[in-house]
């Protein structure tokens, strides 16, 4: 009977420690699986908390009343409000533009959103049911961008088509405008020769004449401003485009014979780009600074080039001449703008859209102890 009692007891004894074995086990794991359930929830939860601060999409959630109950960042941004001044208030009432739709087809609306501090924007928003389960009541929840950058990029785009159309046309009127013009010289010169012991008719001949030239310039350099760049590049010897371009100058019959022209170029220095271009701008920038020191008893005109780096060749136009005040030195590259009764005001234009067209830059300072100094930094492959 002992023994058999005994091998009850034990029996009983090594059944309850099986059992206890396994249930601590299926503790121990059901703990485990907890915890990373509410690891993975912290990190969902913190994932969620991130995506609704950080994204560039404003988020105003409301519940079926209307109250506001989420705010994000961007809709802070947008808005101007803090989210303890809207929480709870009706979204109505803050922003009479955002609207519950009738129902939930899925577009986006814009409306005009009033902000905190009084400046009315543009907004694109949309709106949708928010069916949350654990909420009897359903809300609804807002998606709103601000479209005031885009507003004024579509008016930039339709400001450049208007003033690439009105281009066309100005180039087209000008280019119509040269042949009557060509006429009507042809047509003085004939009178000229016809009247030379008249002196009257033949100042206003001579008026005619410098007049027609003066225009016929402006609608040269017009069209040349008004066609797109497009450079043809290749490697060209500086030193020889720069001694091209002062023999070009010294041609021309206004030139100023005792001006001085000295050039500072290596003579194995070679750039990359289109030389007809180059030396458009070379021949531009040469003769404004030749103006500059008409007035000028010993007027100089140094004209250097050198590596800046590996990347880039300078060319550098220095004059002695009368300089350029400081409050006219950010118009002088605008198109028409000049300081010359016998300038077409495109001259500089024309040579900073060829610089740009080359990926390069032009700059202007002063020259010391006067006149002005232009660099033009142009690229190398």
């Not at 577009?107 to 400046?119: K, N, W």
Request: aromatic share 8%; net charge negative.
């Amino acid at each position: 009977m002992l023994l058999h009692y005994f091998a009850i007891y034990s029996l009983t004894f090594f059944l309850v420690a099986i059992l206890s074995s396994m249930l601590s086990t299926r503790l121990q794991k059901t703990e485990a699986e907890l915890f990373q359930t509410a690891s993975d929830y912290d990190r969902l939860s913190f994932l969620y908390k991130q995506i609704f601060d950080d994204i560039n999409t404003g988020i105003i959630t409301v519940d079926a009343d209307s109250r506001v109950t989420s705010f994000n960042r961007a809709a802070e941004l947008i808005t101007g409000y803090k989210p303890g001044e809207i929480l709870g208030r009706n979204l109505s009432h803050t922003f009479s533009g955002l609207e519950i739709p009738l129902r939930d087809d899925g577009r986006r609306h814009m409306t005009a959103l009033p902000r905190r501090d009084g400046e009315t924007i543009p907004v694109g928003y949309s709106c949708s049911r928010l069916n949350a389960p654990e909420d009897s009541e359903n809300g609804y929840v807002f998606t709103l961008q601000d479209l005031s950058q885009i507003k004024k990029m579509e008016a930039q785009v339709q400001q450049a088509e208007k003033m690439a159309t009105i281009g066309e046309m100005a180039a087209g009127i000008a280019h119509e405008l040269r042949n009557p013009l060509a006429a009507i010289s042809g047509a003085v010169q004939l009178l000229e020769r016809e009247t030379r012991d008249n002196s009257i008719n033949k100042r206003l001949f001579d008026i005619i004449m410098r007049e027609s030239d003066r225009l016929d310039a402006t609608i040269r350099d017009f069209l040349v401003f008004s066609k797109p760049v497009n450079p043809e590049k290749e490697w060209f010897s500086v030193l020889a485009l720069a001694r091209e371009a002062l023999e070009t100058l010294r041609q021309s019959q206004d030139w100023n014979s005792a001006l001085r022209l000295d050039l500072e170029i290596p003579p194995d220095l070679n750039g990359w780009g289109d030389p007809q271009l180059i030396r458009q701008v070379l021949l531009n920038l040469v003769a404004n600074g030749a103006n500059a020191c008409r007035t000028m008893e010993s007027g100089r005109i140094l004209l250097r080039a050198g590596e800046q780096s590996e990347n880039a060749i300078v060319l550098e136009i220095i004059d002695n001449g009368i300089g350029i005040p400081e409050d006219l030195r950010e118009k002088i590259f605008e198109p028409f703008f000049t300081t010359r009764e016998t300038g077409t005001g495109l001259g500089l234009a024309i040579v900073r859209q060829i610089v740009h067209s080359h990926g390069g830059t032009i700059s202007l300072r002063a020259s010391h102890p006067q006149g002005a100094l232009f660099s033009v930094s142009l690229p190398l492959p």
